[in-house]
């Protein structure tokens, strides 16, 4: 199962875009990247998924190089709710074994008035 | 209503006690899953469970066990608790082992139990 690397923690102020890149050298090829957000003392949430390129929602943006070995979320114009802990995941996507997803660490957002 | 639910919210307890954790979701998933965060925030799976197929985590001690009265409930059962069980445990469900084509395989989370061993 690939792991995945990203950064422990990030600062930002309010209205600024915000992207926290995730390092997943060994990803397979039916793998997807999935990320989720907790906030403090609840469960996680999903926010995003993709495979390649980019993919965009009403929460985020997902960019993946062509490679596959990184990819980066983007978060428009931050505010004070987006404090959270965000999780890249690396695993089976559509069709494949939800059981498969491995949580890492997760990144830290701290977003500062 | 809440999708994924979990009972209690709190749990303190002493060592060498036995405790169950309650997990409900009715959202008519097929698979439940049980994370433990340590105080780093790291997420681990412990189990992942479904009509077919209980799998473990193979660094979950065998005093820790999942029961399964029906497809809507996940219990956490642990014997003899241990200081080094104190953390917050989530329960979660998803659409299945296999998804469908049109599934994100999204995981959806309870709220969490915070167990705290004295």
């Known amino acids: 199962l690939a792991k995945t690397t990203q950064p422990i923690s990030m600062d930002s102020y309010e209205g600024q875009e915000v992207n926290i890149t995730c390092s997943h050298n060994n990803i397979a090829t039916n793998d997807y990247i999935t990320w989720y957000q907790q906030f403090p003392s609840q469960g996680p949430r999903f926010i995003i998924q993709?495979?390649?390129t980019k993919v965009t929602n009403e929460v985020a943006s997902l960019f993946i190089p062509a490679d596959r070995k990184s990819s980066t979320l983007s978060l428009p114009r931050v505010s004070l709710s987006d404090t959270a802990v965000y999780y890249c995941l690396v695993g089976p996507g559509r069709g494949g074994a939800t059981n498969k997803l491995i949580f890492g660490t997760g990144t830290l957002l701290a977003v500062q008035p | 209503d809440t999708a994924v639910s979990q009972t209690p919210k709190y749990l303190v307890t002493q060592m060498g006690n036995d405790k169950s954790i309650k997990c409900e979701q009715n959202?008519?998933?097929?698979?439940m899953y049980w994370y433990k965060q340590d105080s780093k925030k790291f997420l681990k799976i412990m189990f992942s469970?479904?009509?077919?197929?209980?799998?473990i985590n193979e660094t979950v001690p065998n005093r820790f066990s999942p029961k399964s009265p029906d497809k809507a409930h996940l219990n956490l059962h642990i014997n003899s608790l241990e200081l080094g069980d104190s953390a917050v445990y989530f329960c979660a469900s998803s659409t299945g082992g296999v998804a469908s084509e049109h599934s994100y395989n999204e995981q959806f989370f309870g709220p969490g139990t915070r167990l705290t061993v004295l």
């Open positions: 959202l008519g998933h097929d698979t």
């Open positions: 993709g495979y390649k």
């Open positions: 469970y479904n009509n077919k197929e209980l799998i």
